[in-house]
């Protein structure tokens, strides 16, 4: 079911299944993905509780295997709906038996939606109820549209990141989709400016670690529409529109807290990188916003 905030600038369209952002409406312009399968049948998927692939789409806990997909499972459960007024909306994913026999562990997760002026406004909550030490990473997956007008071009756009950074870019395994930080498929110095075009992403994402950054804007060169995205909370950031030739209408800017698994995994879930941690009923809280412009 879709569900609609909006104000006097924006207007949001929200699905229960998977919390995910449907739709975002600036003065009636559409700045998201609208989910064609031709490209990619997601909008903005939130990732949890693991970031891209696992080697053979399995992981250990306590040395048990778990059958756990790409990006996790919370994108394609139904969450509850929580809360709504007119600007804001609360939505509510909890563990049950379908949940627990990928991911053996007792969750909530809050996702909150608020809108401010031109700004969309996110908190995201997960709490342990588990008796365990609870595991997870946590991303997003935003699609945004480009280009946003019929008479431009992709090419039109650029991303201007707050913070000048130096990256080597790990390289991506075409085939297992894992991610390989002892080989660098790219390097850029004093990145400040990423000029938007489809070659650059012939290796599938480009993966930003320990960005510097975490204030990007995603405009046209010569307008300046676009959209500003922060996210303090977020540790890596790929980059990505999907290769093979399809020349998708859009550019994804996904923060990370973790990745894809390496090639050199044990296969174990509490070996993957920067993991979030919690103990028995211990949360953690996370934010980010979007300005449209």
């Known amino acids: 079911m879709l569900y609609t905030i909006k ?65 996790g499972f919370a994108r394609n459960f139904d969450f509850k709906f929580v809360s709504q007024s ?69 090419e039109d756009y650029h991303i201007i990141f707050d913070k000048c950074g130096t990256y080597e870019t790990p390289e991506v395994d075409l085939e297992t989709g894992l991610i390989d930080f002892t080989k660098r498929s790219k390097e850029f110095i004093n990145l400040k400016e990423l000029n938007l075009n489809y070659a650059d992403y012939e290796r599938d994402a480009i993966v930003l670690e320990n960005v510097i950054s975490h204030n990007v804007l995603l405009e046209n060169k010569d307008t300046h529409h676009g959209v500003r995205f922060i996210f303090d909370d977020f540790i890596h950031l790929g980059i990505w529109t999907p290769n093979g030739g399809k020349f998708a209408p859009f550019i994804c800017i996904e923060p990370w807290i973790g990745c894809a698994d390496r090639p050199q995994t044990d296969g174990e879930f509490s070996s993957k990188r920067d993991l979030i941690f919690l103990k028995e009923n211990e949360e953690k809280l996370i934010k980010y916003h979007y300005e449209f412009q």
Not at 57 to 62: H, P, Q, V
Not at 86 to 107: N, Q, R, V
């Open 86 to 154: 007119d600007d804001k909306i609360t939505f509510l994913l909890k563990a049950d038996k379908e949940s627990l026999i990928i991911y053996p562990f007792d969750f909530e997760l809050y996702v909150d939606y608020k809108l401010k002026n031109n700004q969309l406004l996110s908190e995201i909550r997960v709490i342990n109820h588990s008796k365990s030490v609870m595991p997870f990473n946590l991303g997003l997956h935003p699609a945004f549209k480009v280009p946003l007008l019929a008479n431009e071009k992709f």
């Open 7 to 71: 104000n006097n600038d924006l207007e949001v369209q929200i699905s229960d299944h998977g919390a995910e952002i449907k739709s975002i409406k600036y003065h009636g312009l559409e700045y998201l993905h609208d989910s064609n399968p031709k490209y990619w049948s997601y909008s903005a998927p939130l990732l949890f509780p693991n970031i891209g692939k696992l080697k053979d789409d399995t992981t250990k806990f306590n040395g048990i295997n778990y059958p756990m997909r790409k990006h």
